[in-house]
């Protein structure tokens, strides 16, 4: 069947590599990211690759600079395809047929090989339906076509993987900007920091950037690491930009699509008050009568959020799983620059939201290699972060302030007794030294310290 002439325009303006062009002007201008790294490691295997992320996160940038890479291997460009679903006007699986056929028989100038392979670059493919099954169909007739695929919905992306791409895919992430990131798009070269808890020392090296690096940070804590937002001035700006770019195009479009979501204004409320609530712990059945939802419905809405990746749940850390599952929970939002967006937070703001804030960015730092828990016993001791591990578990209290008492570490002094623990961490805001608490040794950090470390996983340590 013929290809409909709109999408072959489509396809043609998608990829203007096959007539000597770049896909984006700024190609070689693209900061490079760990993530960007990772993906192109994955080209020569013959697994297709889900490329998943929150909305704006960098995943189209991830794909066309990996295209760039082969582009620059010698690879002929019209042995490359990129496009988006995310516009076009059907959602049928014959849009995707048609695109990868159109590609084959009218773009590539011979059949694929072991040695000279086809590469199809598919982006926010979860609009379309039966996209796995198509997928399939092509990675086990085409052994030489190479697939990279995304998608903004972690759910449908990875339930397609697991339903009909199991064993025939890998899963690669792609989060908004890590501070490390942020500060190369701000052009701040930083050495290599080890794990907080390595015992080396940070290289000397650092003094000359050490004010640039606390500076940025204030900024990062408050608009967070949407790429794109970077540089934009004043704040209002990035709170417009992800209002419209993240927030209600994730909420009130691709949700809906592809989520069974009645009532999307009071999803988007429940956001926002999680995004008040962001590090604290919280009760879905007290949260739903406020905003005029059914606790089951609330519980549902809750995690749908955190399948689109604006939401990460934490849970308390104990041997048991069912305690872990009835125990009241903690919310994060997965970027500082959505909470300070939904809640109208500024430069102006004060300790007590920055605190959370702080919280917020060392939760989903650690979260990038380590699944993290908060601890709280029946007498109210509490510690913010706990990280398990073969080692034993490590419990970090953050405290973004300047003056630090031995009352701020009772909360870890009292896991290290129960847990049988001798060494923990307390993040500051520029505090370092160590406390001794009986006999437990804390290490006294500030948070830029946390936030630089090497995303080692914590199995890692000595």
């Known amino acids: 069947m013929a290809v409909n002439e709109r999408l072959v325009r489509q396809i043609a303006i998608s990829n203007p590599q096959w007539r000597g062009g770049s896909l984006t002007e700024e190609v070689n201008d693209i900061v490079p990211r760990e993530s960007f790294e990772e993906l192109n490691r994955y080209t020569t295997d013959r697994q297709i690759v889900l490329v998943t992320g929150p909305r704006r996160s960098g995943k189209t940038t991830a794909m066309v600079k990996t295209i760039q890479e082969l582009?620059?291997?010698?690879?002929?460009?019209?042995?490359?395809?990129?496009?988006?679903?995310?516009?076009v006007l059907s959602r049928e699986h014959t849009v995707l047929e048609d695109v990868v056929s159109y590609f084959l028989g009218n773009v590539l100038p011979a059949k694929p090989s072991k040695k000279v392979p086809a590469f199809l670059f598919?982006?926010?493919?979860?609009?379309?339906?039966?996209?796995?099954?198509?997928?399939?169909?092509?990675y086990e007739t085409r052994p030489h076509v190479k697939i990279f695929?995304?998608?903004s919905s972690s759910l449908r992306v990875r339930k397609g993987m697991g339903e009909s791409l199991a064993g025939r895919a890998f899963d690669i992430t792609i989060p908004t900007l890590s501070f490390r990131e942020y500060l190369a798009f701000k052009g701040i070269e930083v050495p290599q920091i080890p794990p907080i808890w390595s015992?080396?020392?940070?290289?000397?090296?650092?003094?000359?950037?050490?004010?640039?690096?606390?500076?940025?940070?204030?900024?990062?804590?408050?608009?967070?690491?949407?790429?794109?937002?970077?540089?934009?001035?004043?704040?209002?700006?990035?709170?417009?930009?992800?209002?419209q770019s993240?927030?209600?195009?994730?909420?009130?479009?691709?949700?809906?699509?592809?989520?069974?979501?009645?009532?999307?204004a009071s999803m988007m409320h429940l956001l926002k008050?999680?995004?008040?609530?962001?590090?604290?712990r919280f009760e879905i059945a007290n949260i739903a009568p406020d905003i005029g939802l059914k606790a089951q419905t609330a519980s549902k809405y809750l995690s749908i959020l955190e399948r689109a990746m604006l939401l990460s749940t934490c849970y308390n850390y104990t041997k048991s799983m069912v305690k872990q599952a009835r125990s009241s929970k903690r919310a994060y939002l997965t970027d500082t620059g959505l909470i300070s967006s939904l809640l109208g937070l500024d430069d102006m703001t004060g300790s007590q939201e920055l605190g959370r804030l702080a919280e917020t960015v060392a939760f989903n730092h650690l979260s990038r290699t380590s699944?993290?828990?908060?601890?709280?016993?029946p007498q109210g001791n509490e510690v913010d972060m706990v990280l398990p591990s073969k080692h034993g578990p490590v419990p970090i209290e953050l405290k973004y302030q300047t003056s630090i008492y031995k009352s701020d570490a009772k909360g870890l002094a009292r896991f290290c007794e129960v847990h049988g623990c001798s060494r923990a961490f307390l993040i500051t805001k520029d505090h370092e030294g160590t406390m001794a608490l009986g006999d437990v040794a804390i290490t006294i950090l500030p948070l830029w310290r946390l936030m630089l470390s090497t995303q080692q996983p914590i199995d890692g340590q000595p």
């Open 71 to 87: 582009l620059d291997r010698g690879i002929d460009p019209k042995n490359t395809l990129y496009f988006s679903f995310d516009e």
């Open 122 to 138: 598919l982006d926010e493919i979860q609009f379309i339906h039966d996209w796995p099954t198509i997928l399939k169909r092509i």
């Open 149 to 151: 695929a995304s998608g």
């Open 199 to 243: 015992d080396e020392p940070v290289p000397e090296s650092f003094m000359l950037v050490q004010n640039e690096v606390t500076n940025a940070l204030a900024s990062y804590l408050v608009r967070g690491g949407y790429p794109e937002t970077v540089g934009m001035r004043p704040i209002s700006k990035v709170h417009r930009y992800i209002r």
């Open 246 to 264: 993240v927030l209600d195009r994730v909420v009130y479009h691709d949700l809906p699509e592809t989520e069974s979501i009645a009532n999307p």
């Open 273 to 280: 008050i999680l995004a008040a609530m962001s590090s604290q």
């Open 371 to 377: 699944q993290v828990f908060f601890w709280r016993d």
